[in-house]
């Protein structure tokens, strides 16, 4: 048998990222999701501040508040909104003066799975220390943005 190859836009220009994970979330045949074929859909209503889930805002919120103490400006609220659609994947591009993110959304309609691949590359020791928290809750916060937005999508379709 031959394996698959996994593929995802957010490596396509981070072949060698400091960070990357891929998540993966089931979605039930009978959900209205599972008819949602359209990966900008997905990755507009994952990053939608009244979809995520309140304890993710507030987070977020948390972070806007500490960041200037290592001298990094705070995001803007359209951070997540540079969208670019590469077949099935949606690619969430942000890019800044400490890092560089991607983060490639994709839902495969034949195994009923919602993918998330993020890929992060770090521009100077701003972007090292700033991730160092990040990377203990970024597995945690996107699962818990995934199921939301599988739930959104049930109730919205």
């Known amino acids: 048998?031959?394996?698959?190859?996994?593929?995802?836009?957010?490596?396509?220009?981070?072949?060698?990222?400091?960070?990357?994970?891929?998540?993966?979330?089931?979605?039930?045949?009978n959900s209205a999701a599972s008819k949602v074929t359209d990966p900008e859909v997905w990755a507009r209503t994952m990053f939608s501040a009244q979809t995520m889930p309140r304890w993710v805002v507030t987070l977020m919120s948390l972070r806007q508040m500490l960041v200037g103490l290592i001298g990094i400006k705070r995001a803007p609220r359209t951070v997540f909104d540079r969208i670019k659609v590469y077949g099935e994947e949606a690619l969430i591009i942000a890019d800044d003066s400490h890092l560089n993110f991607r983060c490639g959304v994709a839902f495969d309609a034949e195994r009923l799975l919602?993918?998330?691949?993020?890929?992060?590359?770090?521009?100077?020791w701003r972007g090292r220390l700033y991730f160092l928290p990040v990377r203990v809750f970024h597995?945690?916060?996107?699962?818990?943005?995934?199921?939301?937005?599988?739930?959104?999508?049930?109730r919205l379709s």
């Open 114 to 124: 919602l993918r998330t691949t993020t890929a992060v590359a770090f521009q100077n």
């Open 139 to 154: 597995p945690l916060v996107v699962h818990a943005m995934m199921v939301r937005t599988v739930r959104e999508l049930s």
């Open 1 to 29: 048998m031959e394996q698959p190859r996994f593929s995802s836009s957010a490596l396509a220009d981070m072949p060698r990222p400091d960070y990357a994970d891929v998540i993966m979330v089931p979605v039930s045949s």
